[in-house]
């Protein structure tokens, strides 16, 4: 049996080339899960506190419905890369879509669901600027981080 392999997804064209990666350089027999992590933003989508800003309230409607947009932009990215990862010869049920939602950060959950028996974790770099990435860090500079005793290979 084939390694067990955790592409971190979102609907960006990095996380595409770490699916592509995937495709070009590992066995046709690893498991391979895809996964990503949502926002919690149903919270904020049913709060109706009247201490919430008028404008806030008068914009919430049109914020939750953006939110469900970037959440199905996501689900059919990565239907997407389940498509070309079994077109590439990996068998349907070794590839495995996985999401949650945000418990600890997303980079967290990323390392934890790693842990839970894969082998490497393969997800695309941000392209921040370097400025930005040294204020604000990236997800895929907080996995490196967190990530002990676990290989991650960076896709650019």
Do not use: W
């Amino acid at each position: 049996m084939g390694h067990k392999i955790l592409v971190a997804f979102d609907d960006s064209e990095n996380a595409m080339r770490a699916v592509d990666h995937v495709t070009k350089f590992f066995n046709t027999d690893c498991n391979i899960t895809l996964f990503s992590v949502f926002q919690d933003t149903a919270t904020l989508c049913d709060l109706q506190s009247p201490e919430l800003s008028a404008y806030f309230l008068s914009q919430q409607s049109s914020f939750c419905t953006l939110e469900e947009k970037k959440k199905s932009l996501v689900q059919d990215a990565l239907k997407k890369a389940k498509e070309s990862l079994i077109q590439a010869g990996f068998d349907e049920k070794n590839v495995v879509i996985k999401t949650q939602v945000k418990k600890k950060g997303i980079a967290r959950d990323i390392v934890e669901e790693a842990g839970s028996g894969h082998d490497i974790i393969i997800m695309g770099r941000r392209g921040l600027s370097g400025l930005k990435e040294f204020f604000m860090g990236s997800v895929s500079q907080k996995v490196l981080s967190l990530a002990k005793d676990m290989s991650i290979l960076m896709v650019n």
